[in-house]
């Protein structure tokens, strides 16, 4: 079955600090990989995507993520976290093809200490 | 650009009466729109794929007869609730994906927050 697993429901990290958010994916085909933030009552916005070629792709905002095959992993991460990132963060994973459909996680939320 | 527009942000409608959210794709064609639905806390929930000048594809559960969908353009699809009842209290997203060749990104609304009193 396909799905989508976020295993961190909650990150709390200190404004300045690392972060990365794990991503773990099953998928029968080639997937296409998503990652999406959300403010409180907005819609999603793009941070970046993954569809083919070198396996760490750069995003909005200093984001990058790592696709490992192996692992069936799209970890996002950043090296110095902002208050603003605070927000919820979704992966999302699509099929290589017409349908386009995605696959939501169940999204990690993430909050910044000062 | 790829800006996708909701209407209306949110909406406050009573029990039994139907309401209608439109999706737009504001500077693109999309041959493809999504409609999404989000319960407070949790993740996005895939209703319904709208494709431009066919019917809507529903996930399984979702009932066709009272979430219609319709894609007249290549701009707009709308999604009308209709009969509403509490339980339908939700945060509506669409998204839209661009239709030209390579492209596979989707773009989202910004949600439309839907109270049934």
């Known amino acids: 079955a396909q799905s989508v697993t976020q295993p961190d429901i909650h990150i709390t990290v200190s404004e300045g600090a690392s972060l990365e958010l794990r991503c773990n994916y099953s998928y029968g085909a080639t997937p296409y990989l998503f990652w999406y933030v959300q403010s409180p009552g907005q819609g999603l916005q793009l941070l970046l995507k993954?569809?083919?070629?070198?396996?760490l792709v750069q995003g909005i905002k200093g984001f990058e993520a790592e696709f490992k095959r192996s692992q069936s992993s799209f970890n996002l991460r950043k090296p110095s976290v902002h208050w603003s990132d605070a927000a919820e963060y979704f992966c999302a994973v699509g099929a290589v093809g017409a349908t386009n459909k995605l696959i939501f996680g169940t999204g990690t939320l993430l909050a910044v200490q000062p | 650009g790829a800006v996708v527009s909701q209407h209306p942000s949110w909406v406050i409608c009573k029990s039994g009466t139907s309401v209608k959210i439109e999706c737009r794709s504001l500077d693109f064609q999309a041959t493809t729109m999504f409609w999404y639905r989000q319960f407070p806390k949790q993740s996005l929930m895939l209703m319904a794929t709208?494709?431009?000048?066919?019917?809507?594809?529903?996930e399984q559960g979702v009932e066709k007869d009272k979430f219609l969908i319709n894609h007249a353009s290549l701009t707009l699809s709308t999604l009308t609730v209709t009969s509403a009842h509490p339980e339908d209290s939700s945060f509506y997203i669409c998204s839209a994906r661009d239709g030209r060749e390579g492209r596979h990104e989707q773009y989202f609304g910004p949600g439309t927050r839907l109270t049934v009193t």
């Open positions: 709208s494709n431009e000048g066919s019917k809507a594809t529903y």
């Open positions: 993954y569809f083919s070629g070198d396996t």
